[in-house]
């Protein structure tokens, strides 16, 4: 069975830095990993997705990459901003629906 | 424009009571997914469909029931069965374009047990 891990659980960075938010996983037969953005009692607002035969997407100030042969995933945002602050959640796609599985999250704060 | 969308946003249910949280898509998507989500957690499956008339139980499938008759709709029902209903659920939906079976979410229903 899959299972996703999400490290750190909280981080709380100055405006500016550069940060680097990691995800695992332990079944490397996926289709595609994909990161979700979820403000306080929202739903998720997809940010990246990587196929499987990828090495990584960008979008804007966020890279994402894939290394499915370690079993992992990181997502890059640069220049952080206090508008990033939300929980970042990651997901590994697998099995015959493509069903998600998600880790628990990284609760991102920026402080201005 | 194409979204997903969820009601209520907010509801309440009385111990024994069934209660059903509508999801309606118009991306035209085959497949749609149940899934829960307790504070502080990630999301658990409760139930998924890759075609009318046809569904899978997910991880959490317990006290809970969908049907799927058309392609746009997927209710889910929570039952009497369900012993702690308290969650926020979301609805999500995929193409099943072998290119790009990225997902899109619902707004979510909080539901509270009164």
């Known amino acids: 069975k899959q299972e996703v891990t999400q490290i750190p659980a909280a981080l709380s960075v100055p405006e500016g830095e550069n940060l680097v938010l990691n995800c695992s996983f332990t079944d490397s037969a996926i289709y595609n990993l994909q990161w979700f953005r979820q403000d306080p009692g929202k739903g998720l607002t997809s940010l990246l997705l990587i196929q499987s035969s990828q090495r990584e997407q960008t979008s804007g100030r966020l890279n994402a990459s894939l290394d499915k042969s370690s079993g992992r995933s990181t997502l890059y945002i640069a220049a952080s901003q206090p508008g990033d602050s939300a929980t970042y959640l990651c997901a590994a796609g697998s099995g015959s629906a493509r069903q998600l599985t998600f880790g628990s999250g990284t609760q991102l704060t920026v402080l201005p | 424009d194409g979204g997903i969308t969820q009601s209520p946003k907010y509801l309440f249910r009385k111990e024994g009571q069934n209660v059903t949280l509508s999801c309606e898509q118009n991306?035209?998507?085959?497949?749609m997914y149940w899934y829960r989500q307790d504070p502080g957690q990630g999301l658990r499956l409760i139930y998924y469909?890759?075609?009318?008339?046809?569904?899978q139980k997910g991880d959490i499938a317990e006290g809970y029931s969908v049907s799927r008759e058309k392609k746009e709709s997927f209710p889910l029902t929570v039952t009497s069965a369900q012993k702690n209903p308290t969650a926020f659920y979301l609805c999500a939906s995929s193409s099943r374009d072998r290119t790009n079976y990225g997902y899109t979410f619902g707004s979510g229903t909080r539901l509270t047990v009164v």
């Open positions: 469909s890759q075609i009318v008339n046809d569904f």
């Open positions: 991306l035209n998507h085959d497949a």
